[in-house]
């Protein structure tokens, strides 16, 4: 079983930065993908980035493309979700999920999730 905990959200204002950060325990960290998703109030979950086990290969919707950057540090057990450029409608929980693939993970098969961390961007 693995345990994923989300850390680093908060309020920022419309164009600043954060990092999110997921840290892995219970498991073996580099045989997953990874990925966040993010989930605004009265809407349905959402993709938001997913990077390979090895780190070498990323994806993103149009939405967050050229504004987040994922990346991972597989000795740390960590994987992270830059964010800048912050919109106002950024604004959600965001959730880290480990799964077995790039691809699964896009469509929302994953195996593991995390408990969620909330970004507020204020405009």
């Known amino acids: 079983q693995v345990q994923l905990v989300e850390s680093g959200g908060g309020l920022v204002q419309a164009g600043g930065s954060l990092r999110l950060s997921c840290a892995a325990s219970?498991?073996?960290?580099?045989?997953?993908?990874m990925g966040w998703f993010r989930q605004a109030p009265g809407k349905e979950r959402e993709f938001v980035a997913a990077?390979?086990?090895?780190?070498?290969?990323?994806t993103y919707p149009d939405s967050v493309k050229g504004r987040f950057n994922i990346s991972r540090d597989n000795p740390k057990n960590t994987v992270y979700l830059q964010m800048n450029s912050l919109k106002p409608e950024d604004t959600a929980v965001y959730y880290c999920a480990a799964g077995y693939s790039i691809v699964l993970i896009t469509s929302g098969q994953v195996y593991y999730w995390g408990q969620g961390t909330q970004v507020t961007v204020s405009s």
């Open positions: 990077i390979s086990r090895g780190g070498d290969s990323t």
């Open positions: 219970g498991g073996t960290f580099s045989t997953y993908s």
